[in-house]
RNA sequence: GGCCCGUUGGUCAAGAGGCUAAGACAUCGCCCUCUCACGGCGAAAACAUGGGUUCGAUUCCCGUACGGGUCACCA
């Protein structure tokens, strides 16, 4: 089933979080894969050492798992071209490094940071490495290495034409070797720069098609220089709109975290779920063809999806959107799944009886799992309120004195109701309004916020009073009386 | 600043020389209704700009503006 006529993966950095962004990159990668029945691998870029994460690896691997992404090759599930962790892969690097530079196309650079630091300070923007070490003679370049003077290996970009590469989204990229740096291949540390690592990785492992953001599109011509130094074939580059998102000054750029809870770890633990968010996410930078509809599995984007679908111009991440699309998501669950999902965002569990019951009415109006527990919390207790104000309402033309004249009544009929469900408190309480002369409008708006305390309540008063029981909605009203009084 | 990329309603977007320029979210209105949601119906709302090419440009080309990306021993 699985073949290897389309190999993409997704490589992120261990940062410690999983940022929507890069989670959007890594659906489409899986998606460009599978839709060819391809492999879809997973490696990690570990190779700067000073930011690692400790639990990095497992937070990219658990929001892949949950998200339904799986890897066919990867941490955890091995695979014919592993390790796939780049700091398991070190020795590897270098060799190819130095491979290249038999080659002629990279070189030993003995220069001192402290030079180089002078450097950027002299240029200010725009100024790079002056390529000081790049025609070292031989008998130099081995005495400094003999000497064991610390040393970087950089790549010899040439110094005039063009390098030209196709993407896929973005059509025919050229650009002048000049404006290309002689980029660090390896550190002195001994770790490989991601500018090269990730080339040798991706040939070593088959990768067919890279799939990356936008931000790469301008220094992908040195990667394809270093694929025609080796005499590698170059893959097929997918570069995919930025996703962007609005900062609190309103203006645009690359999603971060400076625009607040943008990753997948702060969307779940917010109540977003997690079909919702991939739901949404692959729709930012991608569009189906012929269809309108907006709904998606997994499976269904894997059948759906194409490159020719993936826009050019970078999208804004919305949240309210995303808010439409989670609780479109939400009334779809069963009760039984919804209950499973809604639990752990509950702080004050009801009795499961009563849970069971309470459920279905907050189930149709939320956006987010987050927002069940202010809606349900009047259940367990009532909240305190300014009867005054609770008790006033224009549309019913209620007033306090209007709810105090009509709650003895109230009182009196439900306390001689034997029956207690919905049906026959409504039944009941429309028949004692249009004995009273009230409107039915008014006098449930009344039981309702009397019984609940609140203006706004998901179900209506007979709803309510049929899940406290007899005891409390009497309880209830009692208090609502002597608040008025 | 150099280089690269982009630009259809507030947002996501369809469109691919000739359309009354789709649809969705959000907004507003109406309906439904024991509040609020849900649901239904409807409204308002867009081709950045100047020049070409063409019988005809949102669509092709060039410039301008605006936005973004990138210029690390980070990925």
Redesign the pocket.
């Known amino acids: 089933m699985i073949n290897r006529t389309v190999v993409t993966r997704f490589?992120?950095?261990p940062t410690g979080y999983m940022h929507i962004g890069n989670l959007r990159t890594a659906l489409y990668s899986y998606l460009i894969a599978k839709h060819e029945n391809g492999t879809f691998i997973l490696r990690i870029?570990d190779?700067?050492r000073?930011?690692l994460v400790e639990g990095a690896t497992d937070v990219i691997i658990d929001t892949l798992r949950v998200t339904g992404l799986r890897y066919d090759e990867g941490p955890g599930v091995g695979g014919e071209n592993g390790p796939y962790v780049q700091s398991e892969r070190k020795d590897i690097y270098l060799r190819y490094a130095e491979e290249l530079v038999r080659r002629g196309a990279a070189y030993y650079c003995f220069?001192?940071?402290e030079r180089?630091e002078a450097l950027?300070e002299e240029d200010g923007?725009?100024?790079?490495?002056d390529r000081h070490c790049r025609d070292l003679p031989k008998e130099e370049v081995e005495a400094n290495l003999k000497a064991g003077i610390?040393y970087?290996i950089r790549q010899k970009i040439p110094l005039d034409g063009t390098t030209t590469y196709e993407d896929a989204v973005?059509?025919t990229?050229?650009?002048?070797n000049k404006?290309l740096?002689d980029q660090?291949l390896m550190?002195?540390?001994g770790?490989p720069?991601?500018?090269f690592c990730?080339v040798v990785d991706d040939h070593l492992m088959g990768v067919t098609h890279v799939v990356r953001g936008?931000?790469?599109?301008?220094?992908t011509p040195k990667y394809a220089l270093l694929y025609d130094a080796f005499g590698w074939k170059r893959p097929v580059y997918v570069h995919l709109?930025?996703l962007?998102g609005r900062g609190e000054d309103g203006?645009?750029?690359?999603l971060s975290k400076r625009h607040g809870a943008v990753s997948f770890a702060d969307l779940t633990a917010d109540g977003y779920l997690p079909e919702a968010i991939v739901n949404y996410i692959a729709?930012?930078?991608w569009?189906p063809?012929n269809t309108?509809n907006?709904f998606f599995t997994l499976d269904e984007l894997t059948r759906a999806f194409s490159l020719?679908?993936i826009?050019?111009?970078?999208?804004?991440f919305?949240y309210?959107?995303l808010l439409?699309f989670n609780?479109?998501y939400i009334?779809k669950l069963s009760p039984e799944e919804f209950k499973k999902r809604a639990i752990p965002f509950i702080k004050d569990l009801p009795a499961p009886e009563k849970l069971d019951r309470i459920l279905p009415l907050v189930q149709?109006?939320i956006g987010k799992l987050s927002e069940i527990d202010g809606k349900i919390a009047f259940f367990s207790r009532l909240p305190d309120y300014d009867a005054a104000e609770l008790f006033q309402n224009k549309k019913n033309k209620i007033t306090p004195d209007a709810a105090k004249d009509m709650l003895p009544g109230l009182s009196s009929v439900l306390s001689d109701l034997t029956e207690w469900n919905?049906d026959a408190l409504?039944a009941v309480l429309t028949a004692h309004a249009e004995k009273s002369g009230v409107k039915?409008?008014a006098l449930?708006?009344v039981a309702?916020a009397a019984v609940s305390g609140l203006?706004?309540?998901?179900?209506?008063?007979?709803?309510i009073m049929d899940i406290l029981g007899k005891e409390e909605t009497l309880a209830r009203l009692e208090t609502a009386a002597k608040r008025l009084a």
């Open positions: 490589a992120p950095s870029e190779t700067d000073e930011r220069c001192s940071k180089l950027h923007v725009g100024g790079g490495y610390p970087v973005f059509g990229i050229s650009t002048e404006e740096q660090i550190k002195a540390d770790y720069t991601y500018n990730h936008s931000e790469y599109l301008t220094s709109p930025l962007m203006t645009v750029s690359k729709l930012l930078g569009c063809k309108e907006e020719e679908g826009n050019k111009s970078p999208s804004v919305d309210e959107k439409w609780g479109e009334r149709p109006r919905n409504y039915s409008g449930l708006f309702r203006s706004v309540t998901p179900g209506g008063a007979t709803e």
